[in-house]
């Protein structure tokens, strides 16, 4: 059964400064892998879908990275602001045709102004 | 373009009482899906669907239902509530084919409480 770790819990940070989260993985055969934002009160927003095949994913500020050997991915946010502040959590897909993902409990960020 | 949306947003039930929440999307996409998300946890698949007419259960099923018969519904059944589907639940659908699985997009939740 797939586990999704994500660490640190909860993370405070002054503006401008730039920051990695973590999120880490049991079963390295996974078919893609997504990073999404939810706000408070609010649904889940996709950032990025980085597919097994690559290493890298890039939209605006956000990079997301793949380590699938070492069942391992970084979400990497430049120049953070205040609007950034929000939960964000990973969710590896294990095999496609079923689409069942498995989440993290997500790193709650807080950008100080 | 609306994209998911959920109704209702809110909801109170007394332990026994059952109720439908209702999914429906408008981007065409033939999958479709119901998390619930308690404090602390990461989100649970309760059920998804590939397409109209075909449903299967996920992580979490037991003490609910749903039903697709167009592929723009998706509606999730609580037929006897219980104080442990005191809950968030989301609805989530995404498009894949070709090999080729695309982002999930989902709405804005459902908070339920069981009394």
Same mark, same amino acid.
């Given at each position: ?44 927003? /996709?950032? %990025?879908? =980085?597919?097994? !095949? @690559? ?6 500020? +956000?990079? $997301?990275? #793949? ?5 391992? /991915?970084? %979400?990497? =946010?430049?120049? !953070? @602001? ?6 964000? +959590?990973? $969710?590896? #897909? ?20 | ?115």
């Amino acid at each position: 059964k797939q586990e999704v770790t994500q660490i640190p819990a909860a993370l405070s940070v002054p503006e401008g400064e730039n920051l990695v989260l973590n999120c880490s993985f049991t079963d390295s055969a996974i078919y893609n892998l997504q990073w999404f934002r939810q706000d408070p009160g609010k649904g889940l927003t /996709s950032l %990025l879908l =980085i597919q097994s !095949s @690559q290493r890298e994913q890039t939209s605006g500020r +956000l990079n $997301a990275s #793949l380590d699938k050997s070492s069942g391992r /991915s970084t %979400l990497y =946010i430049a120049a !953070s @602001q205040p609007g950034d502040s929000a939960t964000y +959590l990973c $969710a590896p #897909l294990l095999n496609f045709g079923n689409e069942k993902l498995t989440f993290g409990t997500g790193t709650r960020l807080t950008i100080i102004p | 373009n609306a994209g998911v949306t959920q109704t209702p947003k809110f909801r109170i039930l007394k332990i026994g009482q059952s109720m439908t929440l209702q999914c429906t999307q408008d981007m065409n996409h033939n999958y479709m899906y119901w998390y619930r998300q308690d404090p602390g946890m990461g989100l649970k698949l309760i059920y998804y669907s590939v397409g109209a007419g075909i449903t299967d259960k996920g992580e979490v099923p037991n003490g609910y239902n749903v039903s697709r018969s167009t592929t723009e519904d998706f509606p999730l059944r609580l037929e006897l509530a219980a104080p442990s589907q005191t809950s968030v639940y989301f609805c989530a659908s995404s498009y894949s084919e070709g090999g080729r699985a695309q982002p999930q997009h989902f709405g804005d939740g459902t908070r339920l409480s069981i009394l």
